[in-house]
């Protein structure tokens, strides 16, 4: 009998063990062949492409067409499946590759007619132009790449990729401008403030503008109950789609006059959230006549962000308000009351295929404000009255392409000013550099005319017309700044202001530590160099936990009082007290928040920028009438809530900073164990925090903290040298998890080290570690 478990035991070892071999074998075919020599469907010419150390392709083309075309084929071996990803979360068609489980999911995604708007930006494309020529030809790349290669993941999903198209691209950028979203985060919570508390405990809020402005129509019903559900569900379908968002970002750009070299410095690091694989692909396209190198977003053939030999740009989110819900008054099921006229709703049919399911159709009501919301969140599907959304980007044709292609032509600063102009949402604030000398920022957005309107931070007027927006500004309104007295630009997605006093652009700003951090910074030195950017770069300090560690001293006794006293404002990694004081601001605003607004919608409001802005403002007055729990017959004093703070930390162990503050790098598949050990990237114990300039993102709910969202790469640019500059990304190039370069800088981001953006030709063939060639058929 022993022996016969014995060998029962050994046979199933022997089977798990071939069982893993043969997967390990499986798996190293899907690794990407970097040294390809095979001809390319539609070339005119043969391209060399050469891989430097870190996975970054080197096209060689005699014409930018073949050049775009091989970009396509090589981004796809590497992207492919989140090209596909971003896609199909701007189309709504999620359920044809993951199921039914994410019908929702693309039922509200579809809501936001980016798939329509898609088609009618495409209507408008003028087909002899150079944009439009290098978009298909990028999708002919990426098709060229599917007919002969399956990623895994459809493997493990067990489903096809499909080819790209046009609109594929478009679907990209539409989720770009969505992605930002914060507008229907915050909206419905500040509503549901408004309905529940009133203006006294909105006065204490960072809202920006005047909350007594704010109107809702008479006849409203919707009860402050339903509103909170409301913001919860809206913001928990925008996280459970767990893909990357634009939250915010950092750049900053010193003149000549204050660096050592005599030519600008370019430092751009966007906020966006972590994933595996990061959010750039990083590519450089060499012809005759072009010479650039770029930061890609997967799918989409032109750099975001980029640098020639001539110039350099970036950019950080604007942050201005370009969402809007109007409630509405219903007259029948097919009607409704606008500008005392009885308007039938207009209604939009959609399909949706479903991964191993029949098809299901659903249909949505549509008012001169857009989509009604009731039929996508299922909080209002049994109000009569709509509230619809308004959206600046479905106002305008998507021109994001053709200013993307012209930023990398632009041969000075009137012709970026143009390219420019095309971008209408969502709101970016584009930094500029070049070699003749010239900094500039521009806010790059179509701006509405709320001058008569209600606070845009509420439910608008949906039924009398008096809130609509039938104006934009032009763009000579928007803020901007060329070549200033200071030397110097930055841009932290702080509030900026028009040209204009009288124009106010509301938005979801965030708070002043980093802009107030870049210009102590920049301002104490005139000899600016790449190591001082660096330096900037990687830096903890954050101003607002400073002054809660100052606030908090007043109240705690003892050891704790001291290492209060003692804090300078830097989380770094090894830092105890770092961690004392963020789980302070944690059960502090847990203490202050969470009474009124309940533990979901808390939740909700930690994610959005008012928070930040808020708790700023409190930490400032050390007073709000949000700090007594109302759970309790007695006021609250601030010393109460203090206490009770510090009670909490002399409860509770701590080491140091980064063992309380980690970062994962999930990949989509990996949230499925065990496959997170192949896929995921990480852990790291990290330092840093919260609006520092090294700008880690986590939410403030849950010891150990997991950071979400940071800087998705780090680049500088000298104009004096273009060779030497560099950067960063948070993980590596490539997508396919047996790659080289899948994760090679996931220690030099975290550890803080940067690496060569090689441009010359000779730079470049120097350090080649794979070469591809592609030749004509």
């Not at 046979?11 to 075919?29: E, K, N, P, T």
């Amino acid at each position: 009998m022993k022996k016969s478990i014995t060998r029962i035991f050994l046979g199933v070892i022997a089977v798990i063990v071939v069982i893993l071999v043969v997967g390990f074998i499986w798996s190293r075919s899907f690794k990407p062949d970097y040294s390809e020599n095979r001809a390319l469907l539609g070339l005119q010419d043969s391209v060399e492409v050469y891989y430097d150390q870190h996975g970054v392709p080197h096209i060689f083309a005699s014409n930018e067409i073949d050049a775009y075309r091989t970009l396509g084929y090589t981004q796809a071996k590497d992207r492919f499946f989140q090209m596909d990803l971003f896609r199909r979360i701007g189309s709504g068609t999620l359920s044809e590759l993951f199921g039914k489980d994410m019908l929702k999911n693309d039922q509200f995604l579809r809501s936001l007619q980016i798939k329509r708007h898609a088609q009618k930006s495409i209507n408008q494309l003028d087909e002899k132009s150079p944009w439009t020529k290098g978009m298909k030809a990028y999708i002919e790349g990426i098709n060229e790449y599917l007919k002969k290669n399956k990623p895994i993941e459809y493997y493990l999903l067990g489903t096809e990729p499909e080819p790209f198209t046009l609109e594929d691209i478009y679907y990209v950028t539409g989720y770009m401008s969505y992605s930002f979203a914060m507008a229907i985060r915050t909206e419905p919570t500040l509503q549901f403030i408004k309905s529940e508390y009133g203006s006294e405990y909105l006065a204490d809020l960072a809202i920006d503008y005047d909350t007594s402005a704010t109107t809702i129509p008479a006849s409203s019903i919707y009860r402050s109950k339903d509103i909170q559900a409301m913001a919860i569900s809206l913001n928990e379908q925008i996280n459970s789609l767990n893909m990357p968002v634009l939250i915010g970002s950092n750049s900053w750009i010193a003149s000549g006059s204050k660096t050592k070299s005599g030519y600008p410095l370019f430092a751009n690091d966007p906020h966006i959230s972590f994933s595996q694989p990061a959010i750039w692909y990083e590519a450089h396209i060499v012809t005759p006549d072009f010479n650039f190198y770029g930061s890609h977003l997967p799918g989409v053939p032109f750099g975001i962000i980029g640098h020639t030999d001539r110039h350099s740009w970036g950019f950080t989110m604007f942050e201005n308000d370009d969402m809007d819900l109007y409630q509405g008054k219903s007259i029948t099921d097919k009607s409704y009351k606008y500008r005392d006229e009885e308007i039938e709703y207009d209604i939009i049919e959609e399909e949706f295929k479903i991964l191993g399911e029949k098809p299901v159709k659903k249909k949505y009501r549509k008012t001169v404000h857009g989509i009604v919301i009731n039929d996508v969140v299922d909080e209002l599907k049994n109000y009569k009255d709509p509230v619809s959304l308004w959206w600046v980007y479905l106002e305008f044709d998507d021109q994001l392409m053709e200013a993307c292609y012209k930023f990398s032509h632009s041969k000075n600063l009137e012709e970026i000013e143009n390219a420019i102009k095309l971008v209408h949402a969502p709101g970016l604030n584009v930094m500029y550099a070049d070699t003749s000398g010239n900094i500039a920022w521009y806010a790059a957005a179509k701006l509405p005319d709320r001058s008569n309107q209600g606070n845009s931070k509420f439910f608008l007027d949906g039924v009398t017309g008096k809130d609509d927006i039938t104006e934009f500004y032009p763009f000579s309104v928007n803020p901007k700044s060329l070549n200033p007295e200071s030397g110097f630009i930055y841009s932290a997605n702080n509030q900026s202001e028009s040209t204009i006093d009288s124009i106010k652009i509301p938005g979801y700003y965030l708070p002043d530590d980093r802009a107030n951090r870049i210009i102590e910074m920049i301002e104490s030195k005139d000899d600016l160099d790449i190591g001082y950017f660096q330096k900037m770069q990687l830096d903890n300090y954050n101003e607002t936990s400073l002054f809660f560690s100052q606030w908090l001293s007043e109240y705690a006794i003892g050891s704790l009082k001291k290492e209060l006293e003692d804090f300078k404002g830097n989380f770094n990694r090894d830092s105890e007290v770092s961690a004392k004081i963020q789980f302070g601001i944690e059960k502090f605003s847990e203490e202050v928040y969470k009474d009124e607004l309940g533990e979901k919608l808390y939740s909700t409001f930690l994610q959005t920028h008012l928070y930040k802005r808020t708790f700023e403002k409190l930490i400032k007055e050390k007073n709000s009438v949000w700090i007594d729990d109302i759970s309790t017959e007695e006021k609250e004093s601030v010393k109460e809530i203090m206490n009770r703070v510090i009670n909490a930390i002399n409860s509770n162990d701590f080491s140091n900073w980064a063992s309380d503050h980690i970062l994962t790098h999930e990949h989509p598949v990996g949230s499925q164990k065990p496959l997170n050990l192949l896929f995921n990237v990480g852990p790291f114990e990290v330092g840093s925090t919260n609006e520092a300039l090294n700008n880690y993102l986590f939410n403030y709910q849950s010891r150990p903290y997991k950071v979400h969202a940071g800087p998705s790469m780090r680049k500088i640019v000298d104009l004096s040298d273009i060779n030497s500059s560099l950067n960063v990304l948070p993980t590596g190039q490539s997508g396919v998890f047996n790659s080289d370069w899948y994760d090679d800088q996931s220690e030099m981001y975290v550890n803080g080290n940067w690496r060569s953006m090689l441009f010359s030709e000779e730079n470049i063939k120097k350090s080649v570690a794979s070469k591809s060639t592609f030749s004509k058929e």
